[in-house]
C-alpha cells in the first residue's frame, strides 16, 4: 500500500502541468478494470452448492392460470432427426429462431437463451435429446415457460421439415401442433415463421403473421454466423465469437442483434477498446443502438445502456438496467451489464459525509455471482471476479479515479477532468479508500490484506478451473496470481499452459508477458532474445499503450535492450509506443512521443515504471547504458533519458552502488562531451544528476570546461 501511495504522490506531483500525462495515468488505471470467496465445491454442473436443493425449491413454484401459461413459451432445442451437419446448427438455433419470432409480440414472453440454456445444463438435458416431462416441469418452474415447445427438423427428398408441439407443461396436454416445409437449398427461416404463426394459436393469437427476417436480418448467412457466435460466446471462446459476430455484419450491416452481441464481446475481448478514441466499439454500439428499434424490448434497452456507458451517460445507462433487473431479477444479460457498470462507474457521489465512486467493486462482486449462479456458462464472470480481488490484492494499477460528472464521452471524463484517486483494499470487504488516507495504514496491515485477496482471488480461479479446465483464459489470470504471490516458474507454466490452448481475450500482451517472467526468473539472455524477436516483429508497435498490463512488456523491453547496450532498439520502443499513444488517445504526436518516452525510461512516470521492473534489473541495465552512452547519437531518445534514469534509480541503490553509478555517469558526460559537441547538454545533465547522487564528485564536475554555468 505504501507504495501505491508514492505511486499516487509521485504521479500526480510529477504531472500535474501535463494533461496528456495525466490522462494516461488514469487510462491505465481504468482499462485494468474494464475490464470478486466461496467453497471450492460445486455442482456437476460447474453451478454453485446447493445441488438438490434447488429443485427442491423449484417444486413449490406455484403455476399461473391457464391462459397465462399460454403465453409463456418455453421452446426447447430441436432434434436433429436426419443427423446431417447442414441442419445441426438448428439444434441449438430453433430456440432463438422461435424466440425472435415469437419474442416481437408483448403479450408473448419466451424464455432468452441466456436463461435457457443455464436451466438445461442445470437439469442434466443435452441439447437435441428427448426430455422427459418430469425434467420439462423443474425448468418450467425455474424459467417461467409454461407452453413448452419441442421439435424436430428433418431433410428427405429434396426436402426440409420443421415439426413443432406446444404442450402445456402442468396438463401435459398438446395445445398445438404445426409443421412446414422448404426447400433443401432454401431459406429454412419461412419454415419456422409459419410454425411460430400456428404456435400463437396456443396464446389465443391466432391468425397473426411473422416474419422473422425482418426482426433479424434478410441473410441466412450472416443469420447462421450470428448463431454460431451465440455458441462461442457461451462457451467461453470469445475471440471465435467476435470473428463470427463481425461474418454476420459483414453480411448484413443492418443486423441489430449481431451488432448488440459484437459490442459487448468485444469490450470483453478487448478492454481497452473503451478508452480509444473511435474504437470499433464504438462504432457496433453505435450502429446496434441506431438499429435497436428491431430488436426486442429487453435486447433494445440493454443495447442503449451499452451505448450510453460509451458515452459517458453513466447515470441513464444505470437507470435503464437497474429497471430491467427490477423487472426480472433473473435477466442475466441485464446482470451482467449492470456488474460491469459497477466496475466502470466512477462518478463521485457523497455517502455518510464522504466522498466516494458511485460504483462498487461489491456490486459487480455480488452481481457477478449472481450472473454465475444463473448461468455457470458465462465463464467471463469467473476473471471478473478473479481481478477485482487481484487488483486489492495489489496487482497493477491499483487505483480507481473518480470524476465530478460525467462527459461527453467515457474518454472525455479521462481527458478533460482532474479525478479524485481511491485505493481498493479488502479488509472485512471491498472497500475504496481515498488515496490521502491509504499512507496511514500500517505496513504488515496492508500485506495481509493483500494476500487475503489474492487468495480470493486463486479461490475464484480454482473453481473455473474445475468448472473447465480446458479454458485457456483461467491458466492466464492464474499465471497472474501466482507472479504476484512471487511463484515465477509456477506462474511461468501456467502461462504456457494458457499459450497452448489458445487465449481468448486480449486483456495482456501473452508474448511479452512469458518475457518478462523469464527476466525475473533470472533468465535474462533468453528473455532478451525474445525481445529482440518481438521488436523484429515490431510487437511492441502494435501494443497500444493504455492497459497497466500490457505497458509492462515494453517497459521491460526497454530496460532489456539498454542492458544490452542496444540504444537503437530501446529508442524503437519508445517511438512505438508513442505512436499507440497518439493514436489512442487522439493526442498530438509529439506531446505523445515526449510523454512514452516518460514513461518507459522512468521520467514522469515515476513509480510505475518502479513498481514494474526490480531495482537490481535496473541499476544493471543503467550502468551498462552509461558505459556505452558514448556509441549512441545525442538525440537517441534513450540515452536522452539516462539523466532521469540515474536520479529516480540511485536513491534505491546501496551506497556503494550508488557512488559506483555517480562515478560512470560522470565519466560517461566527459566521454560525450568530447567526442561531440552536441551531446553536451546531455552531459551537463548526467553530470548535474551525478553530483546529486554522489556530492564528493561536485568538484571533478565543476571543473570541467563544458559544464560551465
Given at each position: 500500500m505504501r507504495r501505491v501511495v508514492e505511486f499516487l504522490e509521485g504521479s500526480l506531483t510529477d504531472l500535474h502541468t501535463?494533461?496528456?500525462?495525466?490522462?494516461?495515468?488514469?487510462?491505465?488505471?481504468?482499462?485494468?478494470?474494464?475490464?470478486?470467496?466461496?467453497?471450492?465445491?460445486?455442482?456437476?454442473?460447474?453451478?454453485?452448492?446447493p445441488c438438490e436443493a434447488r429443485a427442491r425449491a423449484a417444486a413449490r413454484v406455484k403455476p399461473p392460470a391457464p391462459s397465462e401459461r399460454g403465453r409463456h413459451f418455453l421452446v426447447l432445442p430441436f432434434r436433429n432427426l436426419s443427423h446431417t451437419p447442414d441442419l445441426e446448427w438448428l439444434v441449438e438455433g430453433s430456440p432463438t429462431l422461435l424466440g425472435d419470432a415469437l419474442g416481437r409480440w408483448q403479450e408473448i414472453a419466451v424464455v432468452p437463451d441466456d436463461r435457457l440454456f443455464p436451466a438445461l445444463r442445470r437439469s442434466g438435458v443435452v441439447a437435441g435429446s428427448v426430455v422427459e416431462p418430469a425434467r420439462v416441469r423443474r425448468i418450467a418452474e425455474e424459467t417461467g415457460g409454461w407452453t413448452a415447445v419441442t421439435g424436430e427438423v428433418l431433410a428427405t427428398a429434396g426436402r426440409v421439415r420443421v415439426s413443432a408441439r406446444a404442450t402445456d407443461v402442468v396438463t401435459g396436454r398438446v395445445l398445438v401442433s404445426a409443421a412446414a416445409e422448404v426447400g433443401a437449398a432454401e431459406d429454412v427461416r419461412p419454415a419456422y415463421e409459419r410454425v411460430g404463426a400456428d404456435l400463437l394459436r396456443a396464446s389465443g393469437l391466432a391468425g397473426e403473421t411473422l416474419d422473422l427476417a425482418a426482426a433479424t436480418t434478410h441473410s441466412l448467412d450472416a443469420y447462421r454466423a450470428y448463431i454460431r457466435g451465440l455458441g462461442h460466446y457461451r462457451h467461453a471462446e470469445y475471440r471465435r465469437a467476435e470473428e463470427a459476430f463481425l461474418e454476420a455484419v459483414r453480411l448484413d450491416s443492418s443486423f441489430a442483434q449481431a451488432y448488440a452481441a459484437l459490442t459487448g464481446t468485444a469490450l470483453f475481448s478487448s478492454p481497452e477498446l473503451i478508452l480509444v478514441a473511435g474504437s470499433p466499439a464504438y462504432r457496433y454500439a453505435e450502429r446496434a443502438a441506431a438499429l435497436a428499434s428491431r430488436l426486442p424490448p429487453d435486447r433494445r434497452d440493454r443495447a442503449r445502456a451499452v451505448y450510453d456507458i460509451l458515452l459517458g451517460h453513466l447515470s441513464e445507462s444505470r437507470s435503464?438496467?437497474?429497471?430491467?433487473?427490477?423487472?426480472?431479477?433473473?435477466?442475466?444479460?441485464?446482470?451482467?451489464?449492470?456488474?460491469?457498470?459497477e466496475y466502470l462507474?466512477?462518478?463521485?457521489?457523497?455517502?455518510?459525509?464522504?466522498?466516494?465512486?458511485?460504483?462498487?467493486?461489491?456490486?459487480?462482486?455480488?452481481?457477478?455471482?449472481?450472473?454465475l449462479d444463473l448461468d455457470p456458462a458465462r465463464r467471463n464472470r469467473y476473471l471478473v471476479l478473479a481481478q477485482v480481488y487481484d487488483m486489492a490484492g495489489g496487482d497493477l494499477p491499483g487505483i480507481l479515479p473518480a470524476f465530478r460528472e460525467e462527459g461527453a464521452s467515457f474518454l472525455d471524463m479521462f481527458k478533460n477532468q482532474v479525478p479524485r484517486v481511491f485505493v481498493p483494499v479488502l479488509r472485512d470487504s471491498l472497500e475504496v479508500v481515498p488515496a490521502e488516507a491509504a499512507r496511514a495504514f500500517a505496513p504488515e496491515s496492508v500485506a495481509v490484506w493483500q494476500q487475503n485477496a489474492r487468495d480470493i482471488a486463486r479461490t475464484w480461479v480454482g473453481r473455473w478451473l474445475v468448472a473447465s479446465p480446458g479454458d485457456a483464459e483461467a491458466h492466464r489470470e492464474l499465471a497472474r496470481i501466482e507472479e504476484l504471490d512471487g511463484h515465477i516458474p509456477a506462474a511461468l507454466r501456467s502461462l504456457a499452459t494458457a499459450e497452448s490452448l489458445g487465449v481468448e481475450t486480449r486483456w495482456e500482451a501473452v508474448a511479452a508477458r512469458r518475457m518478462v517472467l523469464l527476466a525475473k526468473m533470472?533468465?535474462?539472455?533468453?528473455?532478451?532474445?525474445?525481445?529482440?524477436?518481438?521488436?523484429?516483429?515490431?510487437?511492441?508497435?502494435?501494443?497500444a499503450p493504455i492497459p497497466s498490463l500490457k505497458l509492462e512488456g515494453p517497459v521491460w523491453a526497454f530496460q532489456l535492450f539498454l542492458l544490452g547496450g542496444d540504444f537503437v532498439r530501446a529508442e524503437a520502443v519508445l517511438s512505438g509506443q508513442s505512436r499507440g499513444l497518439a493514436t489512442a488517445l487522439g493526442a498530438d504526436s509529439a506531446v505523445a512521443f515526449a510523454f512514452a518516452g516518460g514513461i518507459l525510461a522512468g521520467a514522469g512516470f515515476r513509480p510505475y515504471y518502479l513498481t514494474v521492473v526490480p531495482v537490481a534489473l535496473r541499476l544493471e541495465a543503467?550502468?551498462?547504458?552509461?558505459?556505452?552512452?558514448?556509441?549512441?547519437?545525442?538525440?537517441?531518445?534513450?540515452?536522452?533519458?539516462?539523466?532521469?534514469?540515474?536520479?529516480?534509480?540511485a536513491p534505491g541503490a546501496d551506497?556503494?552502488?550508488?557512488?559506483?553509478?555517480?562515478?560512470?555517469?560522470?565519466?560517461?558526460?566527459?566521454?560525450?562531451?568530447?567526442?561531440?559537441?552536441?551531446?553536451?547538454?546531455?552531459?551537463?545533465?548526467?553530470?548535474?544528476?551525478?553530483?546529486?547522487?554522489?556530492?564528493?564528485?561536485?568538484?571533478?564536475?565543476?571543473?570541467?570546461?563544458?559544464?560551465?554555468?
Open positions: 501535463s494533461r496528456s500525462a495525466r490522462t494516461v495515468l488514469l487510462l491505465c488505471a481504468c482499462s485494468a478494470r474494464a475490464a470478486v470467496p466461496l467453497a471450492a465445491q460445486q455442482c456437476p454442473d460447474g453451478s454453485p452448492p435503464i438496467l437497474e429497471r430491467l433487473v427490477a423487472r426480472d431479477s433473473a435477466d442475466a444479460d441485464a446482470l451482467e451489464a449492470l456488474a460491469d457498470l462507474d466512477m462518478i463521485l457521489v457523497t455517502v455518510g459525509g464522504r466522498q466516494r465512486p458511485r460504483g462498487s467493486l461489491n456490486a459487480a462482486a455480488r452481481l457477478s455471482k449472481r450472473v533470472g533468465r535474462v539472455a533468453e528473455a532478451r532474445r525474445l525481445a529482440d524477436s518481438l521488436a523484429s516483429a515490431t510487437y511492441f508497435d502494435s501494443v543503467l550502468d551498462s547504458a552509461l558505459a556505452g552512452v558514448g556509441r549512441a547519437p545525442p538525440t537517441n531518445l534513450a540515452a536522452r533519458a539516462l539523466p532521469q534514469m540515474l536520479r529516480l534509480t551506497p556503494p552502488a550508488r557512488a559506483r553509478l555517480a562515478a560512470r555517469a560522470l565519466d560517461a558526460a566527459f566521454g560525450l562531451a568530447a567526442r561531440d559537441p552536441a551531446a553536451i547538454p546531455l552531459a551537463r545533465q548526467l553530470a548535474a544528476v551525478a553530483v546529486q547522487a554522489d556530492g564528493a564528485l561536485a568538484a571533478r564536475a565543476a571543473a570541467a570546461p563544458w559544464n560551465a554555468p
